[in-house]
C-alpha cells in the first residue's frame, strides 16, 4: 500500500475546525498499527538519499554542506510524522477504521507489516535492491507461482497505476519547483513540463513496475500462500479499498510537496541564489 521509491514529503494538511478539534481516536490506532512511524523514519533516510543524488547531479563530486542542510531541513523527521499522521486521519474521516485495525493487528495482518518495514529498510542498500531485482526478474520470467500470486495482490490493490501516477506527479512538482524558482528560460511553461514528464511515462511504469515487484517478492517471501491469499481477500473488501486510497491519498500530496521544495532548492543554485 504504500508508495515505492518516491521519497515522503512534508506538508500542512488543511482541516475544517470541528474535524480538527475532534479526530477519531481509531485514526491513531491505526496509524501506529500500520507502524507508519517507523515507515516515516525509511521515507526520511530515502528521501535523504534521493536529495543527495539531485545534489550530485547539480553540484557534482563537490555537495556543498549548505545543500545537504537544506534537504536535511525538507525531511524533518518530527514534521514529517505529525503531518503524516493528520495526513492519514484527514483521509479515513468517517470510515469504520475497526476491520481494518482488527485485520493489522493481528495474524496474519501484523506480518505483513513488519515484512514491509524490514524489506523496505533493507532496501536502502544498494547491493539488497540489486539482488532483489534480479530475484524478481527471474520469478516473473518463470511465472512462478509466488508471483502471480503477487502479480494478483498488485492488481487487488491497483499498485502499478497508482504509483505511476505518483511518481508521475511528483516529477512533475519538481520541475514546477524549479520552474518557480527561476530554473527555466523564460519562455518555459507548466504545460512544456507536464508534456515532458509524459514523454517519461513508458520509463516510469517499467522502473515502477520492476520496483513493485521485486519489493513485494522479496518482502512476502516468508509468508504462506494461505497468509497471502487473506491479504488479497481483506484487500478486496470495502475496508481494504478504503485503506489503500486513504493511505495513497495521504501520502500522495506530501510527496508532491516535499518534490516541489527539492525543485525550489536546486533553482536556487542555478539561479545563483544563497540556499
Known sequence: MIHPAVPALVLGVAFSPAFAQSPDPDAHVLFDVLSLPEMVEIMRLEGLAYGAEIGAGVFGEAVPAEWVAAVEAIYDEDQMLADARDALISATAGQDLQPMIAFFSQAPGDSFIRLETTARRALLHDDVETAAKEAAAIAMADQTARYLQIKEFIEANDLIETNVTAAMNTTYSFYLGMLDGGAFPGETTADDLLRDVWTRETEIRTNTTEWVYSFLLMAYDPVSDADLEAYIAFSETGSGQSLNRAIFGAFDDMF?????????????YVSGESL
Not at 508532491?256 to 536556487?268: N, Y
Open 256 to 268: 508532491d510537496d516535499i518534490s516541489h521544495s527539492l525543485g525550489l532548492a536546486a533553482a536556487r
